[in-house]
């Protein structure tokens, strides 16, 4: 129903920037709120950011916050999320996720649709 592809995964040094794209095919993209959430090696899968369907209601994680920046654009139906001064600790495979809805819900505790996810590696 809802096929997300991401995009703009690399290696780059600590401070570099990087921006992830994710193409959504689906046809009422405005009705999804769309969402961030990446893995490390060895640790569970942790969010990272969300944007409501409008384009509002943007949250980070503590861990990303005044650094990583989501965004979306209905028309083209892509999110976004634009990272900032990396850190090694952002090394993981980064996933993106669909839930139909104003806000994106806990995963599980919906109907989630996700990506097959990009790597992301902050060298030191």
């Known amino acids: 129903q809802v096929q997300l592809v991401e995009s703009g995964g690399g290696l780059v040094q600590t401070g570099g920037s990087l921006r992830l794209s994710c193409a959504a095919s689906?046809?009422?993209?405005?009705?999804?709120?769309m969402g961030w959430f990446r893995q490390a090696p060895g640790k569970e899968r942790e969010f990272v950011a969300s944007?409501?369907?409008?384009?509002?209601?943007?949250r980070q994680s503590d861990s990303v916050k005044g650094r990583f920046t989501i965004s979306r654009d209905n028309v083209k139906k892509t999110v976004y999320l634009q990272m900032n001064d990396l850190k090694p600790e952002d090394t993981a495979v980064y996933y993106c996720?669909?839930?139909?809805?104003?806000?994106?819900?806990?995963?599980?505790?919906?109907?989630?649709?996700w990506g097959q996810g990009t790597q992301v590696t902050v060298s030191s």
């Open positions: 996720a669909a839930d139909r809805g104003p806000l994106l819900r806990a995963p599980g505790a919906g109907h989630d649709y």
């Open positions: 689906v046809r009422t993209f405005d009705m999804y709120a």
């Open positions: 944007i409501g369907w409008s384009g509002s209601n943007t």
